[in-house]
């Protein structure tokens, strides 16, 4: 099975990244030959639209899985429709995600983990946006 | 004659200007046949109609074009994506995906598609009104939400207006949307004259600066230069008005009863009537300096 794995460098030794589309690289693993191809990201610099033509590119490479810290929903969309399976991973080296995935250890995505922009830089951009995670819903009760 | 309400920073008083401005002129026209026109090109968030409530008369729609796949006829040859400046197209071994909020209507992708698959289709993007009142002919542009881009409802705007008369021999002002991108780019494009608002703050003046870039160095307009909140700030906007020769031709102070007659919906000229001849004397001006560069 080919796996891509959104990553902040090359090699099996990086960093998972933390965003999709604008990611820096995306390590490419062959698990039946072990082989790892380190793929420069085509949609880094992208104006608009780098979800939709980074997830193209990696359909393009012939993977049947993607891992990545998180996807947002037109990469989703585009990875949905070519079946390829989308794994999320909050921290690790490639080959230990890879490992992680293996062993049956990575939660599954079905839809998209961040909104629209999430990794997109710039003057107000960026991913210091949003949301926190989880909500404050079931305490206080039960004075 | 047209004249652009434009500015960088938003909130400095565009609307408050040009409403002020446009009735000041409306009463100036009673009698002749050319009623003076004001319209409002912030179509992200269009709000002249607080102030001057207009009849409206016509309604028309803005349609853009987004292409359609026809799954039958696509060879999955990826043309279209590779086309594509703005990654609106997916294109994967047994499907093509369009994201029309992406997309800018630049037709690239039937163009070149060498199967004809792609037909382009009209989609509903936003609306102008064309009206009348109190001696002013009224129009506004109005981008649906959820839509991407204002500039084509901006065009859309002026188009109108133009294809009934309204610009001919009258008075046209338009409530420029803030910033200094596409949108105002286009609001500013044809003006005969520029007035800039401003604030007397370090953003202001900022920002002025990128208004006056765009106005007057790339669009070669001339430009006029309004301060509203006109307390004196740390006066780097004055400075920098008579550095660059730039005539400051509206000077408004920071009031309470500015604000309390605007937040009321009250154009300033109705409700403090005091304000008149500031404003008499701003049209006058503006109108020199747009005349003065007339070949």
Redesign the interface.
């Known amino acids: 099975m080919k796996i891509a794995v959104s990553s902040t460098a090359p090699g099996a030794e990086a960093q998972v990244s933390p965003i999709f589309g604008r990611c820096n690289c995306f390590v490419v693993v062959d698990t039946e030959t072990q082989a790892v191809a380190s793929l420069a990201n085509p ?1 880094l610099g ?5 979800g ?2 980074s ?2 590119y990696i ?1 393009q490479q012939g993977v049947q899985a993607v891992i990545s810290g998180n996807v947002g929903p ?1 990469a989703m ?2 990875l949905n ?2 079946g390829v399976d989308v794994y999320a991973a909050t921290g690790g080296t490639v080959a230990e995600v890879v490992a992680a995935l293996q062993a049956g250890q990575l939660e599954a995505l079905t839809g998209p983990s961040v909104a629209k922009d999430f990794g997109k830089g710039g003057p107000m951009g960026g991913m210091g946006g949003g949301r926190g995670m989880g909500g404050g819903m079931g305490r206080g009760r039960g004075l | 004659m047209r004249l652009v309400i434009a500015s960088g920073k938003g909130g400095t008083g565009k609307t408050l200007v040009a409403t002020s401005l446009a009735l000041v002129a409306a009463e100036r026209a009673t009698g002749s046949d050319a009623l003076p026109a004001l319209l409002d090109a912030d179509v992200e968030a269009p709000n002249v109609a607080l102030f001057v409530r207009a009849e409206v008369s016509e309604t028309v729609a803005v349609e853009r074009l987004v292409p359609v796949v026809n799954a039958a006829l696509c060879t999955h040859c990826g043309r279209c ?1 590779e086309v594509c400046q ?8 047994t ?1 093509t ?1 369009v ?1 029309a909020e ?1 997309c800018h209507g630049c037709g690239s992708c039937a163009l070149q598609c060498p199967a004809g698959a792609i037909t382009e289709e009209p989609q509903p993007m936003g609306r102008v009104t064309l009206g009348q009142a109190a001696g002013l002919r009224l129009g506004e542009g109005e981008l649906q939400v959820g839509e991407a881009m204002a500039t084509p409802v901006i065009r859309a705007l002026k188009h109108e207006a133009q294809r009934r008369g309204w610009d001919g021999e009258a008075l046209t002002i338009i409530d420029a949307p803030p910033g200094t991108a596409c949108p105002v780019i286009e609001a500013l494009r044809g003006a005969d004259a520029a007035l800039l608002v401003t604030e007397p703050t370090p953003f202001g003046l900022h920002d002025l600066r990128m208004a006056v870039e765009v106005a007057r160095d790339v669009l070669g307009l001339p430009v006029g230069v309004a301060i509203n909140r006109d307390d004196g700030g740390d006066g780097s906007v004055a400075a920098y008005c008579a550095q660059e020769g730039l005539p400051v031709l509206l000077r408004l102070p920071l009031e309470r009863e500015i604000a309390a007659a605007y937040s009321d919906g009250q154009p300033l000229v109705t409700a403090l009537p005091r304000y008149r001849p500031t404003f008499e004397a701003a049209l006058d001006a503006l109108l020199a300096l747009a005349e003065e560069a007339q070949p």
């Open positions: 949609a992208a104006s608009g639209g780098a939709i033509q997830a193209q359909v037109n969309q585009v429709a070519a | 994506a703005f990654n609106a197209i997916a294109a994967l071994p499907q995906l994201f992406l």
